[in-house]
């Protein structure tokens, strides 16, 4: 599976953005699509996720209530939909399949594929 990540930028805090990732229709034989973000001198953090077929969502506590994950089967596309942004949500964002279920929807070491990144920006 191939994965295309966009939609990273600069934003004011409170404001919104969405990122997108573009994946091979390969995502179809895929258990789910997720999202990590890695900010500076930090480890990379779970965000959330989305399984592919049933569209099940699992968020971190830090931004349940504020950003939305969901996926067009269509599209093969996936999406992150942050509003609320706070500057603690500046990060690189990456996108992630996960071939099967590994038991662990935010242990990083459970997805066999990446994008290569977005940067989100949220400025005070």
């Known amino acids: 599976v191939q994965l295309q990540a966009s939609g990273g930028g600069l934003v004011q805090a409170g404001g919104s953005l969405s990122l997108s990732c573009a994946a091979s229709?390969?995502?179809?034989?895929?258990?789910?699509m997720g999202w990590f973000r890695q900010a500076p001198g930090r480890e990379r953090e779970f965000v959330a996720q989305?399984?592919?077929?049933?569209?099940?969502?699992y968020y971190a506590d830090s931004v349940k209530g504020r950003f939305t994950i969901s996926r067009d089967i269509a599209k093969t596309t996936g999406y992150l939909h942050m509003n609320s942004l706070k500057p603690e949500d500046t990060a690189v964002y990456y996108c992630?399949?996960?071939?099967?279920?590994?038991?662990?929807?935010?242990?990083?070491?459970?997805?066999?594929?990446w994008g290569q990144g977005t940067l989100v920006t949220v400025s005070s």
């Open positions: 992630a399949v996960q071939r099967s279920y590994r038991g662990s929807v935010s242990y990083s070491g459970g997805y066999n594929y």
């Open positions: 229709a390969r995502i179809f034989s895929s258990y789910a």
């Open positions: 989305i399984t592919w077929s049933g569209g099940t969502t």
